[in-house]
């Protein structure tokens, strides 16, 4: 494998770590599968490259992103918690929704970004490769979700949504008011998604509507890989696994798509992505988020 | 003081499988006080609990708590009032967060919860220091995860989880029942100690005759959502368990089936 080829790697793999720490927050905080994902990455990128294209700032577009993602989240909270609606068909139907919402906000299929401002441009002209600046750029901001994400989880607050996920009934005898909790981490946890569409716009340079297909089984691939690696209740760890099981699932693929011996196609990735999923869910003994919910044990 | 005042309950209203669990309970329980309630199944034992915590919604009647009406407060802004061990010690603790963890979330019951560490060198001391009091070793485990626990031990951590935070009841529903009887000893003792040292006041239900005798200042029973029975004081200290058998034979008007209560 090229190093060109191994920074692309990594580079999407900090990108879909957030997805990851999203995916992770969801499933395992607040054990609730949420499908909204694959609608509320590509609502991250095309927000951002709307914004990008009208000639908002990029940083301030990027936020705009990630209140979109919140806002996506809490649709999907808001119909579990006040209708009742069970939650993987809640965020089913927040995901179909966005798909044409995604096609409104960005007026066609796809938008380019490619001779645009992003976020990046500053650093592109400190005498590194752009391929390098990437996934340094990626890799600082993704040192920084994470601790503030830690922060988080180890607040009173933080503690609280963990109650409200693991139980539920004794989150309320404590007075913890579970809804509150379960909207708070869903918008959290789909604004990190935004933010992962964000910069998957920005550092590739365009957004497409149906870039958000299969963005929750990565996402999943990447929490149940480093949960693999690393078997720790440390959560500073418990996170940072998420992200290096991001990276290293890109960076396996990659390898696997440069193998020619397996004869493997970029247009492959989808397929094996689910076979990964799957294999995950058949081994025994692997703590897996959809274990519980597809075969009614407890993970 | 808690006061219930024509308190009544009923499930699932206006349909065939419609329940009157709770049918007009009046009952005062004045601060310091040590409640024993007991009853048979369906009686309506766990229904006044959740009344209390603002789990059972009223069809009628008021909760009043230290003179605030709380009858349309729901659970969670309950809690800072009412401390509560439930029967199932899974239920009352979070096996997948250590002891510690499940302290921090009992030790913020009834405050707002920010954005401070949960776990600071400070509570950490105070919860090695009080888990010492359980005598159980528990004090050199605080990172354990609470699973790793034994029933008696997950019940003893969660009855001194609800003495972590102010409350103006403690609210104990049939906690030593899934026990083995010497550790469900240990654990009446455990509640006996804590009820006297911090002067709370407790509600405890029962299933078993000699416990509702044995511990607190008032045992209560009640009957098809009814209190039949209420007694204190010396006429409650000379009354054993024949005698709670005979009242109870006598308010059923029917024999006693002896798997109905446990009269140990």
């Known amino acids: 494998m090229s190093t060109f080829a191994f920074l692309g790697a990594i580079e999407i793999g900090l990108v879909f770590s957030l997805v990851a720490l999203g995916v992770f927050l969801s499933f395992r905080i607040l054990n609730f599968p949420d499908l909204t994902v694959d609608g509320s990455f590509p609502l991250g990128a095309a927000v951002t490259a709307t914004l990008i294209v009208s000639g908002v700032n990029p940083w301030l577009a990027t936020a705009i992103a990630m209140v979109a993602g919140a806002c996506a989240g809490l649709v999907t909270a808001f119909l579990n918690v006040r209708f009742n609606i069970l939650h993987l068909l809640a965020s089913i139907l927040t995901m179909i929704a966005l798909y044409s919402i995604n096609l409104r906000i960005m007026g066609r299929p796809n938008v380019a970004l490619l001779q645009q401002e992003t976020v990046l441009t500053p650093f592109y002209n400190l005498g590194l490769a752009q391929a390098e600046v990437k996934p340094i750029f990626l890799a600082v901001l993704l040192v920084i979700v994470v601790l503030l994400l830690w922060r988080f989880l180890v607040s009173d607050f933080g503690l609280a949504m963990r109650a409200t996920g693991a139980n539920p009934r004794m989150a309320r005898a404590q007075g913890i008011a579970t809804s509150g909790q379960i909207y708070t981490g869903m918008a959290l946890s789909n604004a990190l998604v935004a933010l992962a569409g964000a910069m998957f716009a920005q550092t590739n340079g365009f957004a497409d509507v149906t870039s958000g297909v299969g963005t929750i089984v990565v996402g999943l691939a990447a929490v149940i890989l480093g949960e693999t690696l690393f078997r720790s209740r440390a959560m500073l760890i418990i996170l940072t696994a998420c992200v290096i099981g991001s990276i290293l699932y890109r960076v396996a693929l990659a390898l696997a798509l440069n193998t020619p011996a397996l004869g493997l196609e970029a247009s492959d990735l989808q397929l094996v992505t689910a076979v990964l999923v799957i294999v995950a869910l058949i081994l025994p003994g692997v703590r897996n988020p959809l274990k519980s919910l597809i075969r009614g044990g407890k993970s | ?264």
């Open chain 2, 1 to 264: 003081m808690i006061s219930l005042s024509d308190v009544h309950v009923t499930f699932a209203r206006g349909t065939p499988l419609e329940t009157k669990a709770i049918r007009g309970i009046d009952l005062s329980i004045p601060a310091g006080e040590f409640v024993a309630v007991i009853g048979s199944n369906g009686a309506g034992k766990s229904t006044l609990l959740n009344v209390l915590t603002g789990d059972a919604p009223l069809e009628r009647g008021r909760v009043v708590i230290d003179e605030t009406d709380v009858s349309t407060w729901p659970a969670p802004r309950r809690a800072g009032m009412v401390a509560r061990v439930f029967q199932d010690p899974m239920a009352g603790t979070c096996e997948g967060l250590s002891i510690e963890e499940n302290m921090a979330l009992a030790a913020a019951r009834g405050s707002r919860r920010g954005l401070g560490a949960a776990l600071t060198h400070v509570r950490r001391d105070s919860f090695r220091e009080r888990l010492a009091e359980l005598g159980l070793g528990l004090e050199n485990r605080l990172g354990d995860r609470m699973g790793q626990l034994s029933g008696g031990q997950r019940q003893a951590v969660s009855l001194l989880m609800a003495t972590l935070a102010d409350m103006r009841i403690l609210l104990l529903d049939e906690h030593t029942a899934a026990l083995d009887p010497r550790i469900a000893a240990f654990v009446l003792e455990l509640t006996r100690r804590f009820v006297e040292s911090f002067k709370l006041t407790a509600l405890m239900v029962t299933h078993s005759m000699r416990q509702a005798l044995d511990y607190g200042d008032r045992t209560v029973m009640l009957h098809e959502g009814k209190i039949v029975f209420d007694v204190s004081g010396a006429e409650r200290d000379a009354l054993d368990v024949p005698h709670l058998v005979e009242l109870f034979t006598k308010v059923r008007g029917e024999q006693l089936d002896d798997d109905a209560l446990l009269l140990g």
